[in-house]
């Protein structure tokens, strides 16, 4: 069965720094790999997927994430945070069509001014 | 775009009480997931359906029950409330077909209902 960890639950990075989550995955075969953005009180929203290909793949609002096999992480990376980053972000490993998610813990970000 | 439409948004209900939520899916997306996420916790797959047919369950309580309807929309159905129940119910849903290529399954989320049980 497949399992994702985030070793960090929270951290806090000032306006303007850099930013990596990190994501672990533990699947047996080829994984589908997602990263989802909740702010509080709201739904998730989609930030970026990895299917196949190029394993740095490009989302919305400036994350970007890659796909590392040997490793079995598919971190989260931002060159610059803003403010409005501030949430709590799930990696999620999904699985071929008709079965279900499976989140991680989430890391939750805080944002210096 | 249209999103997953999820209602209530907000209920407060007490023990042993009944609650019914409902989710409308994206159009012409064939599968609807039912997630828990309880305070600080992830979300929980509680149980899906493809087609209006139960397709996969999960951590689901027995006082709990799910369908999909006719026109794709699905309710959540909680019985015998308990005040562990409380927590933000997200319906998502994907479109199976169109995925197939990639053999992926992108779930879209709705906002959410959040249910408190006093």
């Known amino acids: 069965a497949q399992s994702v960890t985030q070793p960090d639950i929270h951290i806090t990075v000032s306006e303007g720094a850099s930013l990596e989550l990190r994501c672990n995955y533990s699947?047996?075969?080829?994984?589908?790999l997602f990263w989802y953005v909740q702010s509080p009180g709201q739904g998730l929203q989609l930030l970026l997927k990895?299917?196949?290909?190029?394993?740095l793949v490009q989302g919305i609002k400036g994350f970007e994430a890659e796909f590392k096999r040997s490793q079995s992480s598919f971190n989260l990376r931002k060159p610059s945070v803003h403010w409005s980053d501030a949430a709590e972000y799930f990696c999620a490993v999904g699985a071929l069509y008709g079965q279900n998610f499976v989140f991680g813990p989430g890391t939750r970000l805080s944002v210096l001014p | 775009a249209a999103g997953v439409i999820q209602s209530p948004r907000h209920l407060i209900k007490e023990k042993r009480e009944t609650a019914t939520l409902k989710c409308y899916p994206i159009p012409r997306h064939d599968t609807v997931y039912w997630y828990q996420q309880g305070p600080g916790q992830d979300p929980q797959f509680l149980i899906s359906f493809y087609e209006k047919m139960q397709s996969d369950k999960g951590s689901i309580p027995d006082r709990f029950s799910a369908q999909q309807f006719s026109d794709y929309h699905s309710e959540l159905n909680m019985s015998s409330l308990e005040l562990g129940d409380s927590a933000l119910y997200f319906c998502?849903?994907?479109?199976?077909?169109?995925?197939?290529?990639?053999?992926?399954?992108?779930?879209?989320f709705g906002a959410g209902s959040r249910l408190t049980v006093l």
């Open positions: 990895y299917f196949s290909g190029d394993t």
């Open positions: 699947y047996g075969a080829t994984p589908y």
């Open positions: 998502a849903s994907s479109l199976r077909k169109r995925e197939a290529d990639s053999g992926a399954n992108v779930l879209t």
